[in-house]
T-cell receptor, first 115, second 119 residues
Framework: GAGVSQSPSNKVTEKGKDVELRCDPI?????LYWYRQSLGQGLEFLIY????????KSGLPSDRFSAERTGGSVSTLTIQRTQQEDSAVYLC?????????????FGPGTRLTVL | QKEVEQNSGPLSVPEGAIASLNCTYS??????FFWYRQYSGKSPELIMS????GDKEDGRFTAQLNKASQYVSLLIRDSQPSDSATYLC???????????????????FGTGTRLTIIP
């Protein structure tokens, strides 16, 4: 079956602009996660959705970051007034919690470059 | 102390040998453990998960878990050049089968070990 999909695959933007990143999870997966990975760094958790609600937003680095999920499916991560330190690969993952051990499957990622 | 620690490597192993990757974690109540493989420029790919003490084998891969020592490892037998990648250890503090633990479902990742298989 289809895996997690993300769009765009690459995004180059100017400092101060807003960007939207999209994630479409595996069909039937109720949980959705956003992480980011900076060059040479580990994966950093951003936010977790169960259905349309976000029980854990603890990883969002500032109020410029927000995310929503509609219909228990597609999620959008929005970064307002982008800064150069926002440059990273943004990864989305999904899992079939609670009917699994929370095995998370990742999409291909969106590479964000802020000039 | 980092929550999940891995030796960053690089770890070089001759083709056909056994590659051994190690990971320690700090949260004693952690229940679910995962190994991901990440090729350069690609996203992480789940290759093994383990939840109980002992060994779990899948093809050339064996995951080993010792909760008392807070230690999880990945062995790759008959290493191939295609195994060259960064291997990420991930821990879910409260993942339990059949039980939803809303509020703590994130995975905590180590920084990864870069493995190179030498032909």
């Amino acid at each position: 079956g289809a895996g997690v999909s993300q769009s765009p695959s690459n995004k180059v933007t100017e400092k101060g602009k807003d960007v939207e990143l999209r994630c479409d999870p595996i069909s039937g997966h109720t949980a959705l996660y956003w992480y980011r990975q900076s060059l040479g760094q580990g994966l950093e958790f951003l936010i977790y959705f169960q259905g349309n609600s976000a029980p854990d937003k603890s990883g969002l680095p500032s109020d410029r970051f927000s995310a929503e999920r509609t219909g228990g499916s597609v999620s959008t991560l929005t970064i307002q007034r982008t800064q150069q330190e926002d440059s990273a690969v943004y990864l989305c993952a999904s899992s079939r919690v609670p009917r699994s051990y929370n095995e998370q499957f990742f999409g291909p990622g969106t590479r964000l470059t802020v000039l | 102390q980092k929550e999940v620690e891995q030796n960053s490597g690089p770890l070089s192993v001759p083709e056909g040998a056994i590659a051994s990757l190690n990971c320690t974690y700090s949260d004693r109540v952690s229940q679910s453990f995962f190994w991901y493989r990440q090729y350069s420029g690609k996203s992480p790919e789940l290759i093994m998960s383990i939840y109980s003490n002992g060994d779990k084998e899948d093809g050339r891969f064996t995951a080993q878990l010792n909760k008392a020592s807070q230690y999880v490892s990945l062995l790759i037998r008959d290493s191939q050049p295609s195994d060259s990648a960064t291997y990420l250890c991930a821990v879910n503090p409260r993942g339990r089968k059949g039980i939803s633990n809303f509020g703590n479902e994130k995975l905590t990742f180590g920084t990864g070990t870069r493995l190179t298989i030498i032909p």
